[in-house]
């Protein structure tokens, strides 16, 4: 066809065939930009944390927050991860802009629990290359210098990230925990073995993938084996004392059936979008300060 251009390229000294699209090439192109815009953005400072409540279903109080970076392009507006991070992680910009995360988060932390009431934990995504032999020592010296506890961080990782060198990566992820850091599994169950990870790694926390939480409520054959992949993920992490965080609650029913098959955590625009550090100061101060009205969670009390 006219879109496609054979293209032919010298790969370790041996001739390879390569089809380009059109979309394929647009693609590229895409990530290119990209890759600038990281580069840019940790030059000038142009990443944003925002951060989105961790929510207790039983009384909607807000327990901890999930920090989400943003990229504020000066021409571009606000990008989103999905749409950085994997040109991050491909060039090993990931490197440098996950320690400027991990950083920025840490020194979040008591601003955020003082307007919490005190009792809060940040939970910030990893990428697999950030785990390094030199990971420990850092987080411990984040912590010790932002006069940050242990227990106030938590970090959350991809079954993903612990495919490769699983050895090297269980004894660096053990270091950390030693620290008194937790680790939270990020969208379990879309993986092809999660119940094994659990197992194999230092976890603490699960989180329950948005795609489940979404089929809950349907009325399917599907939606009853997500059911069940839930409720075994409850009894698994009661047993093995986890937590366990519902992603993506949107809708009312949604929450109602998390809280029914027994999930002791939420986390979605039911509650509240990610937000921008101001604007989580001032929700967990007017959700610390509630005593009287009740939050949208609380209907599952009565
Ligand atoms: P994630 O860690 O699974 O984060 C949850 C994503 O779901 C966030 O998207 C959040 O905004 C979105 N979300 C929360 N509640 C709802 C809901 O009720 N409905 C829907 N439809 N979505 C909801 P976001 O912020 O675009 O982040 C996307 C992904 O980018 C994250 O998925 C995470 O894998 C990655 N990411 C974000 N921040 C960082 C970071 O600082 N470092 C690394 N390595 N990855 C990050
Ligand atoms: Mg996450
Ligand atoms: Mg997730
Ligand atoms: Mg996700």
């Known amino acids: ?70 990229l504020r392009h000066p021409e571009k507006g606000l990008i989103s991860p999905g749409e950085f991070i994997p040109a991050a992680e491909e060039t090993g910009l990931i490197r440098p802009l996950g320690r400027l995360i991990l950083s920025e988060a840490v020194r979040k932390i008591p601003a955020l629990a003082a307007a919490n009431g005190g009792s809060f934990y940040l939970s910030v995504n990893l990428s697999g290359s950030q785990v390094t032999d030199t990971l420990p ?33 269980n004894r660096i992820l053990s270091r950390v925990s030693a620290l008194g850091i937790r680790f939270a599994l990020d969208d379990f169950g879309t993986g092809f073995s999660s119940l094994n990870y659990v197992n194999r790694f230092p976890v603490d926390i699960i989180k329950i993938d948005r795609s489940f939480t979404r089929r809950l409520t349907e009325d399917s054959h599907e939606a009853a084996r997500v059911r069940a ?41 039911l509650f509240s979008p990610p937000l921008p550090h101001d604007a989580f100061l001032e929700l967990a101060r007017a959700n610390a300060g509630a005593r009287t009205e009740a939050p949208p969670a609380a209907r599952a009390m009565s």
């Open 1 to 70: 066809a006219a879109d496609i251009a054979l293209y032919r390229a010298k790969n370790d000294g041996r001739d390879r065939a390569y089809t380009f699209d059109h979309g394929l090439a647009a693609e590229v192109a895409q990530r290119r930009a990209r890759e600038t815009d990281v580069r840019q953005g940790i030059a000038h400072g142009w990443f944003e944390l925002f951060i989105q409540p961790i929510v207790r279903l039983a009384d909607g109080r807000i327990v901890g927050g999930e920090a989400l970076v943003r």
């Open 137 to 169: 020592e850092y987080l411990e010296q984040l912590l010790t210098e932002n006069g940050v506890p242990a227990s106030q961080l938590v970090l959350e990782i991809m079954e993903t990230a612990l495919l490769d060198d699983a050895e090297k990566v």
């Open 229 to 269: 992949l839930v409720t075994t993920s409850v009894t698994l992490g009661r047993e093995l004392g986890l937590g366990l965080v519902a992603e993506g609650i949107e809708q009312a029913a949604e929450f109602d059936r998390s809280v029914e098959l027994g999930m002791e955590y939420g986390q979605g625009y």
